[in-house]
């Protein structure tokens, strides 16, 4: 195992086995321990104002999607057998499509599908012939179409929505260094994200036809003015399909419209709200509001889609717990609003509900709390 | 002229601008520099994320700072959604090596600087090597001033489940800000005095009083020209040894 942390792993491991105890031992309580005694929800903006996101839980591992998997690792731990529990070595990126979580994990060469509407956990990208090699940002259409960033192949990997490998596009002759795709919801663009590197001069956004993998034109190039990139990392289409990206190297937000046209940028460097250190993944909510995680804060932002700060989520700390974070990256909003958030350190996602929403709303909440009144419920 | 990265050897000089332009900033980062400490140039290195094609030159070297030496930034945006107290701004990691001591907020080691970087996109991923070195551990040597226990010559949290594969040279300590401040001496290096040739170690409570880390940092120095930034470049050994006693 190449972890450079031996003690951060084996913290992992224990960890892991100390959330297989704790659910052990309230499947074994008397009484539904769900209802019985919950901690008083943790939300964001902390009062007096007015909450509008609610942590919701917490994804490590195929246990927090399979509740049979949950069982029998239990089983296999208090017999003290092996475990396999699968969980995130090192994720990065994060897509959300009716109720299927998608991370991709740059150690373990996978994207991880924490597949809540059908209760399994499951790994694209081992096919023998196009195997992935680096995946980094990902992306899924309305029809649940997968796009792979694989920076060591410098191709865009697409999967069709059971999984299997359909088609790659680019390729070593198209990027320098490839670090997101963002498929517009019709599943019509490609907006693929190149960071170029610090001594190259190809730092833009390249536009491909999503269906003929035909390329379409180019956005930007190095540089600090309107238009201009230096390292960008990331795009997300929010209000009025315009294309939100993350200029890294500039600390800035630069937002343009669906043609390539800029339009304006927002945020520069510094460590107060509305400002960047080191912004990395981008999303939009069905409002067109616009996130930014930053690993360096430790948390996201969100803003309006003008670019004016609403509020952020997320605190540095090293010790584990929710919207505690060390070092973050992956971002992802679904239909419903809810965000997913993912810490590279921690190897986790964690969930947060919009406050207007019920946990058993939204597709994530439906495949969790099935409505038909359920026979276990005693 | 072409800035592009060169491979030399650890020849240091100070940053073309004065000790004065250098402590400006620093003050603005809220750092206190021993004067006379000198740098190589960032500018010839990888660590220039200013260069913006191959033929600019950066005049100001604050501007390649900045990417990792986050400035307080001037006022920022009231959220609309949120009331928060004025001014505080966001906290990051340790970003100088000062991590816990009088006036340092960070939270995460100077390791976590580097990872905030090196996660695959930007620059290269670290954990991708088939052998990457252990950080964010104690470092197992004795120091002066430390009573060993049961014999083992480290202190005995230092041990508890790390099997002592290695031996280790003794780190030295001194103490600074009241607080104090470990390395391991290169060959050459005086002993009680930090020099910059040696190999720092970072400090962190424990049960035991301030031990010592190890960190990307110990081995690395971010504004070196040196081959892959390293601290040490030549000799039999190179680095590993020394720390490492065999």
């Not at chain 1, 269906?211 to 795009?235: A, Q």
């Not at chain 2, 004025?86 to 816990?100: K, T």
Request: proline letters at 7%.
């Amino acid at each position: 195992m190449n972890s450079i942390i031996p003690g951060t792993m084996m913290a992992g491991v224990r960890a892991l086995a100390a959330a297989l105890l704790a659910a052990g031992l309230a499947a074994c309580g008397p009484t539904t321990p769900e209802r019985a005694e919950k901690p008083a929800p943790l939300v964001f903006p902390s009062p007096p104002d007015e909450p509008r996101f609610v942590y919701e839980r917490t994804l490590r591992s195929s246990i927090d999607v399979d509740p049979l998997s949950k069982e029998s690792e239990l089983r296999l731990m208090l017999t003290g057998e092996a475990t396999t529990a699968e969980g995130l070595v090192k994720p990065y990126a994060v897509a959300v499509h009716q109720g299927k979580v998608y991370v991709s994990d740059t150690v373990d060469r996978f994207v991880k599908v924490f597949d809540f509407p059908n209760r399994k956990y499951y790994k694209i990208g081992d096919d023998d012939r196009e195997p992935l090699a680096k995946p980094l940002g990902i992306d899924v259409d309305s029809a649940g179409n997968l796009y792979v960033a694989d920076a060591t192949r410098k191709y865009v990997m697409v999967y069709d929505a059971s999984g299997k490998f359909a088609r790659k596009i680019g390729g070593p002759k198209s990027f320098e260094r490839l670090s997101s795709v963002t498929v517009d919801p019709e599943g019509n663009r490609l907006y693929v994200v190149d960071i170029g590197g610090v001594t190259s001069d190809q730092h833009q956004v390249q536009v491909f036809d999503a269906k003929s993998g035909n390329h379409l034109f180019n956005i930007g190039k190095r540089g600090g003015e309107l238009g201009e990139f230096n390292l960008p990392r990331d795009l997300a289409v929010g209000k009025e399909g315009r294309l939100y990206v993350v200029d890294g190297g500039n600390f800035r937000v630069q937002v343009f419209d669906h043609d390539g046209k800029p339009i304006k940028a927002f945020g520069k460097v510094g460590k107060q709200p509305g400002q960047f250190s080191r912004p990395k993944e981008i999303a939009t909510d069905p409002q067109g509001n616009v996130y930014v995680a930053d690993a360096a804060f430790g948390n996201f932002q969100i803003f309006d889609p003008e670019g004016e700060l609403l509020m952020f989520i997320g605190d540095r700390s090293e010790r584990e717990a929710p919207a505690k974070y060390l070092l973050p990256a992956g971002i992802a909003v679904d239909e419903d609003g809810r965000v997913y958030f993912v810490d590279q350190w921690f190897r986790r996602v964690d969930v947060f509900r919009p406050a207007a929403i019920k946990e058993n709303e939204g597709y994530l909440g439906r495949a969790i709390y099935p409505p038909e009144p359920k026979a276990e419920k005693k | 002229m072409r800035i592009m990265v060169k491979r030399i050897a650890a020849t240091r000089w100070k940053f073309p601008g004065s000790m004065g332009a250098i402590s400006v900033l620093l003050g603005a980062l809220g750092i206190f520099v021993a004067s006379g400490s000198s740098y190589s140039d960032i500018r010839n290195t990888k660590h220039n994320l200013a260069q913006m094609h191959p033929e600019m030159v950066v005049k100001d070297e604050k501007d390649i700072c900045i990417f990792c030496h986050t400035p307080e930034g001037a006022a920022g945006q009231a959220p609309g959604w949120a009331r928060v107290s004025a001014g505080a701004g966001f906290v990051q990691y340790d970003d100088i090596g000062r991590l816990g001591r009088a006036g340092s907020r960070a939270v995460g080691s100077t390791s976590m600087a580097c990872l905030s970087c090196h996660d695959s996109t930007q620059a290269i991923g670290v954990m991708t090597f088939s052998y990457d070195h252990p950080v964010g551990v104690p470092y197992p040597g004795t120091f002066p001033g430390y009573a060993p226990m049961s014999g083992s010559g480290a202190p005995a949290s230092l041990t508890v489940g790390v099997p002592r594969r290695f031996d280790f040279r003794p780190a030295q300590v001194a103490t600074v800000d009241n607080r104090k401040v470990f390395w391991v001496p290169t060959p050459g290096g005086a002993v009680g005095t930090r020099l910059r040739s040696d190999l720092p170690l970072y400090t962190r409570e424990s049960p035991d009083g301030e031990i010592p880390y190890i960190e990307c940092t110990s081995c690395h120095d971010p504004h070196a020209e040196t081959r892959t930034f390293l601290r040490v470049v030549e000799g039999g050994g190179g680095i590993c040894l020394a720390c490492h006693d065999k």
